[in-house]
């Protein structure tokens, strides 16, 4: 029995020993595993994923698809243009002209501005009605009170723009908008700007600076009615201008004189030279005078303008021009005096005598 108890100490004692040796080892096994870990994670961090194409996220693109292909341009989406505001918080009006005949007005009112006239005039306010009064102010600084007339254009409330039919081209107009109260009196809350309406025809301004030589205007003219240098026609109707040009024919008044009598030149020579001079008297008065120059009636554009163009001899000329009022009340007269005194000379140099020796056979 002590043998068998010796027996089995030994082998117990050979157990324990075995399993201290394998403790550390095994400790080995695990750190080696754990490092073995750590190194895959670093190089799974390091390395891409490969991406599968059966699992493309949504701002992923498969690079074998797009290799050879563009990129796709994306277009801009276009933003509608937003509606133009009712008001711009200003009080403020605005004339244009539309033609010779029509002018456009549109303007704006704040409320504080309407309050400040309900405030002004109380229960009279809201038996006023809105108006434009449209000012003729063609050739005058307009103040307000200086206008050659007027017309009053009731409007509706809600009105933010008229159309106004002037009634006659060439002027200039400025509009008030504002209210017309129960007793006829007109308080302007806004005044547009100032606009000229064109003529409905032909310009009757002439350029007075500049002179056209009378070959050149002969050619014009001859031109302008199929009559040029190059046309029999032209040349004939060339000759009778130089006839009336040096027999004074076209030397009256209301006519341009394009030349005046001279001394014919000497025969067998072609130079020569003409000058003349010729007047011009305008004026503008209102459209309903009665206007006399020299005591003859002319007769005045619609707008009260008026121009004459006279031959200007040698002498002097007295032009009185009188203007009597449509009522006969008042009478304005104004007299230009002009005079013209012409100097002219002609200088003949002899020629010199021929010399050469005759032959003789």
Known sequence: MAVIRKVKDKIKKIIRSKKKEKKPAAKAVKKKVISRRIVKQSVAQTQPVPVRKDMLGINEVAIEKTKFSHPEVRKMQRAMPSDLPGGYGKDRMILQVRDPWWLHAYWEVTLSTWESFKQRFKDIFFGAKKALRVYDVSHIVFNGNNAHRYFDIELGHEATNW????????????????????????????????????????????????????EIFGRLYGMGFGMGHTSPIGKAWQERMKKALFSGILSSPGITSMGSPVKKPLKGRKFWLVVDCELIVYG??????????????????????????????????????????????????????????????????????????????
């Open 284 to 361: 503008a008065t209102e459209p309903d005078a009665a206007v006399t120059v020299q005591g003859k009636p002319i007769r005045l554009r619609p707008d009260g303008t008026f121009t004459l163009r006279y031959a200007l001899p040698d002498g002097k000329q007295v032009i009185p021009v009188q203007a009597v009022s449509s009522d006969e009340i008042e009478i304005r007269t104004i007299t230009p005096t002009v005079s013209r005194q012409t100097h002219s000379s002609v200088v003949v140099k002899e020629e010199p005598a021929r010399t050469g020796a005759a032959a003789t056979v």
């Open 163 to 214: 159309y106004i039919d002037a009634g006659a081209p060439g002027k200039s107009w400025c509009v008030d908008y504002g209210l017309k109260l129960p007793n006829g009196e007109f308080v302007t809350i806004v005044r547009s700007n100032t606009v000229q309406s064109p003529l409905d025809g032909p310009s009757w301004v002439t350029d007075e600076e500049w002179m056209v030589p009378e």
